[in-house]
């Protein structure tokens, strides 16, 4: 209902406050498992001592609710004195390990890290105890990436005085030099690949914090209007639902040459995902497939390129032109290519990334890791002399304020997040993200019923939340690197080491 979420008075307004957004499941998957017997007398001994409020009393209740046992920081508790199962004067309360919570997941997205992401999109800060919150166990990648950081920050910086910005447009021509306030914005994610209210929760947060959000291939839906200033629009092979009005609405315009998840392979949206509004949205058949071609046909040279950008610069001549490539070998000529064509931004799509819908053997096996694909493009711009004349954005695999770190002391600027956003509103990398209804989240999934399993309120103040811990995080390492803005990070690779190389402490 378009007309009537855009009368929606002050909808659009979204603050960026910090407020409590719990899990929408009774049962929250934590590592451990807290269990109070049928001789609990409802003393409220276990609510009064617990630091990690696992125990909660609703006021005027008299019993005590089931232990939410996600907070729960485990044995580590013992010995600090506020801990439940030593202090039940009835000896109600036992705790152990949750086998459920080690079959989340996979290398890359550790149980650790969902669950700290979502931790921080309950609070909206870092978890405080017992999860690792900054790398993965892939054994490779950027988990095996360190920071190097000084003995002590410079005296005199100031968190506070720590600026997150980023800069777009860097090419001092006659558009707007827009800025964003974080370093990161919000990947493709199509109408048709993600349900509506997932989509909408991620406008209103990109609006909220001053960053961008990305429409994906699969068209421009009206309810995103009130948030068109924070809103990219993606023009890929399929142009589905590719109009000069969607063009001129956006103040970013991207072309999606390729996704580093599955380079040399088009989009693919099975038919069970093409609803009625979907098929509509696309100008497709219900219950058909939908194919996006690889490549661009009418794009083989930089030439033809230069005439892409060409069209859609005149088309809308306020917005910014990116333009989005997997990481083949000879990236660094994709990259120079790209400016020289009118870029403002090239956005390299490294191998790690992409969801459930992405098939394995593309995402392992193809493109070329992204941390390798940055360090090329930027020493190569850096050589061309035109390093500072267009902006370098990564993804493919970001999942932490570290992951941003890394990449941007590699030599980006900044970079484009997916997967961290589907976690804060509750996906468990269960890999079904490609069936109609498959998604048992409600997250990628267009099917009526489903979608609202995400509201839209919840869904915005979780990724609010997550917004808020990423950037204490990031400002936190900036500051112990002794940094005052994360444009000062770029291309530090000093400030980084590798375990292969330089083995740290436990290595
Ligand atoms: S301390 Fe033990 S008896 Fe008291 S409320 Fe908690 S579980 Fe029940
Ligand atoms: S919970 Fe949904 S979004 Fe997450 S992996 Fe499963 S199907 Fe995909």
């Not at 650790?112 to 892939?138: F, K, V």
């Not at 506070?160 to 800025?179: H, Q, V």
């Not at 990236?331 to 870029?343: H, I, K, N, R, W």
């Not at 070329?368 to 360090?375: K, L, V």
Request: aromatic fraction near 8%.
């Amino acid at each position: 209902m378009p007309e009537e979420f855009l009368d929606r008075r002050g909808y659009a307004d979204v603050a960026r406050d910090v407020r409590p957004a719990l899990p929408r499941y009774r049962n929250e998957i934590g590592r451990f498992s807290v269990h109070r017997a049928s001789n609990c007398i409802a003393c409220g001994r276990c609510v009064e001592i617990c630091a990690h409020d696992v125990h909660k009393r609703p006021e005027g209740y008299r019993p005590v609710t089931r232990p939410l046992d996600y907070r729960c920081i485990g044995f580590d508790c013992a010995g600090t004195g506020a801990y439940c199962i030593d202090a039940c004067p009835q000896g109600a309360l036992s705790l152990a390990s949750n086998p459920a919570f080690d079959t989340l997941g996979d290398r890359r997205w550790t149980p650790d890290l969902i669950a700290s992401t979502w931790r921080m999109a309950e609070t909206g800060h870092a978890p405080r105890h017992g999860m690792e919150c900054e790398t993965g166990g892939s054994g490779g990648g950027f988990d095996r990436i360190r920071i190097r950081f000084p003995e002590a920050p410079p005296a005199g910086l100031r968190r506070e005085d720590i600026s997150t910005k980023l800069l777009l447009n860097r090419r001092n021509d006659s558009r707007p030099r827009l800025a964003i306030d974080v370093p990161w914005y919000g990947g493709g994610m199509s109408f048709g690949s993600t349900s509506i209210n997932t989509i909408l929760s991620r406008a209103r947060t990109a609006k909220a914090w001053n960053t961008l959000t990305c429409t994906g291939e699969g068209g421009y839906v009206d309810r995103l209007i009130p948030y068109a200033g924070h809103v990219i629009t993606q023009v890929a092979t399929g142009l589905f639902g590719v109009r000069e009005e969607t063009i001129q609405r956006a103040p970013v315009v991207e072309f999606k040459y390729a996704q580093g998840a599955k380079p040399g392979l088009g989009g693919h949206l099975l038919g069970d995902k093409v609803t009625p509004p979907v098929a509509a949205m696309r100008e497709a058949v219900v219950g058909f497939p939908l194919f996006s071609p690889f490549p661009f046909h009418s794009v083989y040279s930089v030439e033809d390129h230069k005439k892409h950008i060409d069209w859609i610069a005149h088309v809308n001549p306020r917005g910014l032109i990116s333009a989005k490539v997997s990481t083949p070998v000879d990236v660094d000529m994709v990259a120079v290519g790209s400016y020289y064509a009118g870029a403002h931004i090239v956005h390299l799509d490294g191998s790690y990334g992409g969801t459930g819908a992405a098939p394995n053997i593309a995402k392992k096996n193809i493109a070329m890791p992204i941390e390798y694909g940055i360090s090329r493009v930027h020493r190569f711009l850096m050589a061309e002399g035109i390093r500072d004349s267009i902006t370098v954005i990564a993804s493919g695999g970001i999942r932490t304020p570290a992951d941003i770190v890394k990449a941007i002391a590699l030599g980006a600027d900044g970079v484009v997040i997916g997967t961290a956003e589907l976690i804060a509103v509750g996906c468990i990398r269960c890999g079904n993200c490609e069936s109609g209804c498959g998604c048992p989240r409600g997250i990628t999934t267009t099917a009526t019923g489903y979608c609202d399993k995400v509201s839209i309120d919840w869904g915005t103040q979780r990724l609010v939340n997550l917004y808020n811990a990423w950037r204490e995080m990031l400002v936190d390492i900036l500051y112990r690197l002794g940094l005052e803005s994360v444009s000062a990070l770029r291309g530090r690779t000093d400030l980084l080491f590798h375990l292969d190389y330089e083995p740290g402490d436990g290595e």
